[in-house]
């Protein structure tokens, strides 16, 4: 079972199908980069839209006998040595041998006006996303708490005017040297809001009503919340990151509970769209190769009426 449909759930569930394994994805579908009109750094589908995107993930899927269902997984448990069942809003419940949670994460963003309504379009918040597409035009930048300068610096790659909005962060001597450096201008005190004219961004209003023509701002989230409720559940263990909590996991995805795995948004916040994707593959096929394995080894037991899965007749010797 995937549970979550965007690049890193539709990945998994395609080398799944691939590979013959009997498989449900469920989505709730709230991808994180739905207000986003296309995405860039993805070969082949550069300047594609989310949107479209997804549909044709879920085309290729559904030509494989991958099953989809639209709804919410709210809770989960193991079930036996070998499997979970899991529980839908809808009051259903589904049985998995194996788990993959892609349900990615949300961003919480600054309290300002008018942010969040252009979250997505002129209010950015990845460059590699969307720098190319803005490049050259007047960047304001809200800083982040606890890596101020970050942002700014490397936005100024895509822009020569590039205006940092300190919203309360304070500045190490090294940030406001690679600032100056960078040629990005500083600009004390509390952003109150965006000013907006026929819907485009056209400057930064400061609480001291102070306004700053821009025509694009990048903005990090405060906190990015990872959607991470049936991990917590089964006891996955979670780090701490100066963005929030995400789940532990290997360089396959695998968690710290047997069987289940994690992939995309929900493990991390770097994960743009084709990095996510190929965490999703990398998952499937590691779970592909473990059932495999699992099935192999008890048919070898089976048959050689001894119980061992690796066929030994007790006397130490090797497999």
Not at 12 to 21: E, N
Not at 23 to 30: F, H, K
Not at 42 to 57: N, V
């Amino acid at each position: 079972m995937v549970v979550g449909g965007g690049a890193a759930g539709l990945s998994a569930a395609l080398v799944l199908g691939r590979s013959r394994r009997r498989t449900l994805v469920v989505d709730a579908g709230e991808p994180r980069n739905a207000p986003s009109a296309h995405m860039q750094g993805y070969l082949s589908r550069d300047g594609m839209s989310p949107a479209d995107f997804l549909a044709e993930g879920r085309r290729e899927i559904a030509g494989y006998g991958v099953e989809w269902r639209s709804g919410e997984v709210t809770g989960g448990a193991p079930d036996g040595a070998d499997g979970f069942v899991l529980t839908l809003a809808d009051g259903g419940t589904v049985r998995a041998r194996r788990l993959v949670v892609t349900t990615g994460l949300v961003d919480e963003l600054p309290e300002i006006d008018g942010l969040a309504d252009r979250w997505g379009r002129d209010v950015l918040h990845c460059p590699y996303c969307h720098g190319w597409e803005v490049r050259d035009l007047p960047f304001g930048v809200v800083a982040h708490p606890t890596m101020p300068a970050h942002q700014a610096l490397v936005v100024s790659q895509w822009s020569g005017d590039v205006t940092l909005f300190l919203h309360g962060a304070e500045l190490s001597e090294r940030d406001a040297a690679l600032l100056d450096a960078a040629g990005v201008r500083v600009v004390a005190g509390e952003v109150a809001g965006l000013v907006v004219t026929d819907d485009r961004l056209t400057g930064v209003r400061l609480a001291d009503g102070r306004v700053v023509e821009r025509s694009v701002v990048f903005a990090g989230a405060k906190r990015l919340a990872a959607r991470d409720g049936v991990l917590r559940q089964l006891g996955a263990d979670l780090r701490e990151t100066p963005f929030g909590e995400f789940v532990v996991v290997d360089e396959t995805g695998r968690t710290s509970v047997p069987g289940v795995w994690a992939a995309g948004n929900v493990t991390g916040p770097q994960e743009q769209v084709v990095n996510a994707a190929s965490l999703g593959y990398r998952a499937a096929a590691t779970i592909n190769g473990e059932l495999l394995m699992t099935d192999l080894e008890a048919k070898a037991a089976a048959r050689s009426g001894t119980g061992d899965p690796a066929g030994r007749e007790g006397d130490g010797s090797a497999a």
